[in-house]
């Protein structure tokens, strides 16, 4: 991340760099390798013990392509670095289902990550084109590093916060209740999980390209925020309105636990998106300290609004988490972030409240049009009431100037890279 930061950076620093990560990736598999035999006897399974070995091996081979990995996504290559996930990833399960086929039982699961891993370094090598030169003093490569231990330890918290929830969720409400927050979790995260990251990538380096210009950098944050918004508000709220739908549809009529959970889940899902992004802008800027003090913060708040909510058993759990955060975390995070990035609270507001007008628009009309309209069948309802929704969503949209420009810009940028690609071919 300090290398796709910095506005100019030399071949010392990327070496120094490489080096470090290499030496950290070593110490981690040497980590992993000598607790194995413990985590074998806390799972009283010795065969755990050569497999958590052999896993560790995926720290020594990752951290040998992070720094070619970081100057693809410097030079906004992201089209080879889609070609390597794919490959990657597909020489991975070609190998895996190899060794299940060969005989090698649970190997299987084994080989699989470690030749994706090995696949995705060989990949990364041969697409940069660069080669490390030997540890040189005098770089400046410290303030990196300080840089990068900040940017852990806020990752880091962000972890514990993640899995703070379900954990208060089991130990609470017990295994039931954790399958199902499991599952509902899983579905209300497919749209963020897989759109999010390539997007976030490429935010992530524009925004560094114009981090010492305010005026730009302010341009930017607020376009990018204002299109980001418009469009999680409609899949999230919409979401939550057909939970019962998309519930059965992908659990079965068996899970109807999950609804109540699935629909909370769905309304604190546009909060991920966002915060995200303010993220994203404070690490683009350089300031990694921010974002770790705003961690913090957030992982305290959570852990009070969780101890509140569990007077409520798990739904209250889950209740606590999203509500905290769609009226305490996210507005909360925006008035830190905008202490650190040329954007006013006052700016951050509207460009969330016109999309949140129309998103309430659509949410009410669907509800009002599913008391009216009985389907039994959770395929058709939901064929029928995305098209209503979309249609509502993008009438409503058009009436309000601010989302009206967005959703040109939007469609503006999707003709480009439509006929850009027709050129190409």
């Not at 896993?55 to 906004?76: E, K, P, Y």
């Not at 990949?123 to 590093?145: K, N, Q």
Request: net charge positive.
């Amino acid at each position: 991340m300090a290398t796709i930061q910095r506005d100019q950076i030399t071949d010392a620093q990327v070496s120094n760099l490489f080096w470090v990560n290499g030496a950290l990736g070593a110490s981690l598999c040497l980590l992993g390798i000598l607790i194995s035999p413990l985590v074998a006897s806390i799972y009283d399974e010795p065969r755990l013990t050569l497999v958590m070995a052999a896993m560790s091996l995926t720290f020594l081979i990752g951290g040998l392509s992070v720094q070619h990995d970081a100057l693809l996504r410097r030079q906004m290559r992201f089209k080879a670095i889609s070609i390597i996930d794919i490959v990657s990833m597909a020489a991975g399960i070609v190998a895996g289902i190899a060794a299940a086929l060969g005989g090698l039982q649970y190997w299987a699961l084994v080989i699989s990550p470690i030749t994706t891993f090995a696949t995705k370094t060989v990949m990364r090598w041969f697409s940069a084109r660069w080669l490390p030169s030997m540890m040189s003093r005098g770089s400046g490569v410290r303030p990196m590093l300080g840089f990068g231990a900040n940017l852990t330890g806020a990752n880091f918290i962000g972890y514990v916060a993640t899995n703070l929830t379900p954990f208060a969720v089991g130990y609470i409400g017990g295994a039931q209740s954790l399958g199902l927050f499991n599952r509902a979790n899983m579905l209300t995260s497919i749209p963020s999980s897989q759109m999010l990251p390539p997007v976030m990538n490429v935010v992530q380096t524009t925004l560094a390209r114009v981090a010492n210009d305010p005026a730009r950098l302010r341009n930017t944050i607020t376009s990018i925020m204002g299109k980001l918004v418009l469009g999680t508000m409609f899949v999230t709220l919409t979401m939550a309105v057909l939970a019962d739908w998309i519930v059965h549809l992908f659990l079965g009529s068996g899970w109807d636990g999950a609804v109540s959970i699935f629909r909370m889940l769905a309304v604190f899902s546009l909060v991920e998106p966002i915060a995200g992004f303010l993220a994203v802008s404070l690490v683009s800027i350089g300031n990694a300290k921010a974002l770790l003090r705003w961690k913090s913060i957030t992982l305290s708040i959570l852990i009070v609004s969780i101890g509140i909510g569990s007077f409520w058993g798990a739904s209250g759990v889950v209740a606590a988490y999203a509500l905290s955060g769609v009226f305490i975390r996210l507005p909360g995070f925006l008035f830190y972030a905008s202490r650190f990035l040329p954007v006013t609270f006052g700016e951050f507001s509207k460009a969330l409240l016109p999309s949140a007008i129309c998103a309430t628009g659509t949410v009410a009309t669907l509800y009002a049009l599913r008391e009216s309209l009985y389907i039994e069948s959770p395929i058709v309802g939901l064929s029928v009431f995305m098209v209503l929704a979309a249609v509502i969503y993008t009438m409503l949209s058009t009436l309000i100037r601010p989302t009206r420009r967005e959703l040109l810009e939007i469609i503006g940028l999707l003709k480009l890279l439509t006929s850009r690609k027709l050129a190409s071919k």
